[in-house]
């Protein structure tokens, strides 16, 4: 629960440490630019993990994997000779992009392994840095700058490295690349649909870079995108514990598991829009000073979380039944409509750019259940629980 919920606390104590310029650097470097290179990076093949070692039980795939790791090492050192090259927010991203590529793959290995403690330490560890560094920092009487996150970022990234380069010394290159040939022949799917996905569901970071110029402007989005995204960091340790049962029950039960646990989001949801600006005021100066002005996103990103969470336990369902090259179909359908909604609205800012990532958000819970409903997958309780959500959503955008 405290790893998980580092999730949570790293960055709203770093708000009260930082300038608000500096951290909308690393929010751009974590949530923004780096999240989208580790989904290039990759490749949809964490994701697959589950499909070939418990469906498929295809334990020669693991030989794959390890190669996979050692292309990450090489792109890692590539990245060192590039330091003088980029800005310094730009390099962040790529050393962070590693180390969630990283972070992603291992988590993914211990869930299958059900071993829900290390999936969890092993997914909140760039936040663990970052508590670290508040506390040397504290300890020095200093506040944090953005330079303070490098030299920790890199010497938990070339921890990584040196893991994978012991690991390679029993890599028999040519059995393992047949064997990435066939996890890629999968993944590749799981690729395109990933990184559509988080253009769509998580690029608001690196996107309003491009329209705001402003990385406080950013900082604020982020900030407010994490408080919300409480229900995330639910989803991730309910994923966690029931990571097998989503591959290995029938939809029958997990419609009612689905169902119980989205309605409990729902209702956390909710309160969250009253009971967390009472209890943040008393704590987050960067709160206090921002929510006024930033209420309508708060509200607004509330509910987004809500359908991204759902997003994340029906995409299990899509990745278990081999559905991935469909959904994509889907995805383009909507990122055209996000496109040209972003293209056409003149003056985008924070609030605006909210309200569209909102819908986009209930269009990609809607298209999931046609899909599965199409291929005679009927998640019927899970069904009404979406749609008192999107209810609530249209309510909510017209009152405020």
Same mark, same amino acid.
């Given at each position: 629960?405290?790893?998980?919920?580092?999730v949570?606390?790293?960055?709203?104590l770093?708000?009260?440490?930082?300038?608000?310029?500096?951290?909308?650097?690393?929010?751009?470097?974590?949530?923004?630019?780096?999240? $989208?290179?580790? *989904?290039?990076?990759g490749? @949809? &093949?964490?994701?697959s993990?589950?499909?070939? #070692? /418990?469906? +498929?039980?295809?334990?020669?795939?693991?030989s794959?994997?390890?190669?996979?790791?050692?292309i990450?090492?090489?792109?890692?050192?590539?990245?060192?000779?590039?330091f003088?090259i980029?800005?310094?927010?730009?390099?962040?991203?790529?050393?962070?992009s590693?180390i969630?590529?990283?972070?992603?793959?291992?988590?993914?290995?211990?869930?299958?392994?059900?071993?829900? $403690?290390?999936? *969890?330490?092993?997914?909140? @560890? &760039?936040?663990?840095?970052?508590l670290l560094? #508040? /506390?040397? +920092?504290?300890?020095?009487?200093?506040?944090?700058?953005?330079?303070?996150?490098?030299?920790?970022?890199l010497?938990?990234?070339?921890?990584?490295?040196?893991?994978?380069i012991?690991?390679?010394?029993?890599?028999?290159?040519?059995?393992a690349?047949?064997?990435?040939?066939?996890?890629?022949?999968?993944?590749?799917?799981?690729?395109i649909?990933?990184?559509?996905?988080i253009?769509?569901?998580n690029s608001?970071?690196? &996107?309003?870079?491009?329209?705001?110029?402003?990385?406080?402007?950013?900082?604020?989005?982020?900030?407010y995108?994490?408080?919300?995204?409480?229900?995330?960091?639910?989803?991730?340790?309910?994923?966690?514990?029931?990571?097998?049962?989503?591959y290995?029950k029938?939809?029958?039960?997990?419609?009612?598991?689905f169902?119980?646990?989205l309605?409990?989001?729902?209702?956390?949801?909710?309160?969250?829009?009253?009971?967390?600006?009472?209890?943040?005021?008393?704590?987050?100066?960067?709160?206090?000073e921002?929510?006024?002005?930033?209420?309508?996103?708060?509200?607004?990103?509330?509910f987004?979380t809500?359908f991204?969470?759902?997003?994340?336990?029906?995409?299990?369902?899509i990745?278990?039944?081999?559905?991935?090259?469909?959904?994509?179909?889907?995805?383009?359908?909507v990122?055209?409509?996000?496109?040209?909604?972003?293209?056409?609205?003149?003056?985008?800012?924070?609030?605006?750019?909210?309200?569209?990532?909102?819908?986009?958000?209930?269009?990609?819970?809607?298209?999931?259940?046609?899909?599965?409903f199409?291929?005679?997958?009927?998640?019927?309780?899970?069904?009404?629980?979406?749609?008192?959500?999107?209810?609530?959503?249209?309510?909510?955008?017209?009152?405020?």
């Amino acid at each position: 629960m405290f790893s998980k919920s580092s999730v949570f606390f790293a960055p709203l104590l770093l708000t009260e440490f930082m300038s608000k310029s500096d951290y909308g650097k690393v929010e751009y470097s974590i949530g923004g630019l780096g999240f $989208i290179i580790n *989904t290039i990076l990759g490749f @949809g &093949i964490p994701s697959s993990y589950a499909y070939f #070692i /418990l469906k +498929k039980k295809d334990i020669q795939t693991k030989s794959g994997y390890s190669l996979y790791l050692l292309i990450l090492a090489l792109y890692y050192i590539i990245v060192q000779c590039l330091f003088f090259i980029f800005p310094n927010h730009i390099y962040l991203s790529l050393i962070i992009s590693f180390i969630l590529a990283n972070q992603v793959y291992y988590s993914y290995v211990f869930k299958t392994q059900e071993k829900a $403690i290390y999936a *969890t330490l092993m997914d909140s @560890g &760039i936040y663990f840095v970052i508590l670290l560094v #508040i /506390l040397i +920092k504290q300890f020095s009487g200093t506040n944090v700058a953005f330079k303070d996150i490098f030299v920790p970022m890199l010497i938990y990234s070339g921890m990584f490295l040196l893991i994978t380069i012991y690991k390679s010394t029993k890599i028999k290159f040519r059995d393992a690349l047949v064997q990435l040939k066939k996890i890629i022949s999968y993944s590749w799917y799981l690729l395109i649909g990933a990184f559509v996905i988080i253009l769509l569901m998580n690029s608001g970071r690196f &996107i309003l870079e491009f329209f705001l110029k402003d990385f406080e402007g950013i900082g604020e989005f982020g900030f407010y995108l994490r408080i919300s995204g409480i229900s995330l960091v639910v989803f991730q340790m309910m994923y966690i514990l029931y990571f097998k049962k989503i591959y290995t029950k029938n939809i029958k039960d997990l419609d009612k598991l689905f169902a119980v646990f989205l309605s409990f989001i729902l209702i956390y949801s909710i309160t969250s829009l009253y009971a967390l600006p009472i209890i943040l005021s008393d704590f987050s100066n960067f709160f206090k000073e921002t929510y006024p002005e930033n209420r309508k996103v708060f509200f607004m990103l509330t509910f987004f979380t809500f359908f991204w969470t759902s997003y994340n336990l029906f995409s299990n369902i899509i990745v278990r039944e081999s559905l991935a090259k469909n959904y994509n179909y889907y995805l383009f359908v909507v990122l055209a409509i996000f496109s040209i909604v972003l293209l056409l609205i003149p003056g985008i800012n924070v609030e605006l750019f909210t309200i569209i990532q909102l819908y986009i958000g209930v269009i990609i819970a809607i298209t999931q259940q046609i899909l599965l409903f199409r291929k005679g997958y009927v998640f019927k309780s899970t069904f009404y629980v979406l749609v008192a959500a999107i209810v609530l959503t249209i309510m909510t955008t017209l009152i405020f």
